[in-house]
């Protein structure tokens, strides 16, 4: 490993929650109604969706996170901010690093939920 691999990295995504999510609630399902009918299958096919949209330029990642993210980081247009190894859950900090700044991911499953995440910095 480069010394590089112990930088900071920064980065945004969208959280999609699912029946298997490990909390189930969110800032725009408090209650969990939505999170617990949805299977991970359809999680994932929304999001590859909104992935969809975001890649052709017909929307915004931020736009679209702060619409249809699960996380609370969709008030700040799914913006997590600098984070280092070991401080997110091991898929997702795995896919953060193998990204290029301005690259998006495709869909990472964690115990959070489904995810895309694009490395900003």
Same mark, same amino acid.
């Given at each position: 490993?480069?010394? &590089? +691999?112990?930088?900071?990295?920064?980065?945004?995504?969208?959280?999609?929650?699912?029946? @298997?999510?490990?909390?189930?609630? &969110?800032?725009?399902?408090? %209650? @969990?109604?939505?999170? /617990?009918?949805?299977?991970?299958? *359809?999680?994932?096919? !929304?999001?590859? &969706?909104?992935?969809? *949209?975001?890649? #052709?330029?017909? +929307?915004?990642? %931020?736009?679209?996170?702060?619409?249809? #993210?699960?996380? #609370? +980081?969709?008030?700040?247009? @799914? *913006?997590?901010?600098?984070?280092?190894? /070991?401080?997110? !859950?091991?898929?997702? %900090?795995?896919?953060?690093?193998?990204?290029?700044?301005? %690259?998006? &991911?495709?869909?990472?499953?964690? *115990?959070? @939920?489904?995810?895309?995440?694009?490395?900003?910095?």
């Amino acid at each position: 490993m480069s010394s &590089s +691999s112990s930088d900071k990295v920064r980065a945004s995504h969208i959280l999609i929650k699912h029946q @298997g999510s490990r909390r189930k609630a &969110s800032w725009k399902d408090p %209650e @969990g109604r939505i999170i /617990n009918s949805t299977t991970r299958d *359809d999680a994932v096919a !929304q999001l590859k &969706s909104l992935r969809d *949209d975001i890649v #052709s330029g017909k +929307s915004k990642f %931020e736009d679209v996170a702060s619409r249809y #993210s699960d996380c #609370s +980081s969709a008030k700040r247009g @799914g *913006d997590l901010g600098s984070f280092g190894r /070991n401080q997110m !859950q091991k898929p997702f %900090e795995e896919a953060t690093y193998s990204l290029k700044v301005g %690259e998006i &991911s495709d869909i990472v499953d964690t *115990d959070s @939920g489904v995810h895309i995440i694009l490395r900003t910095c």
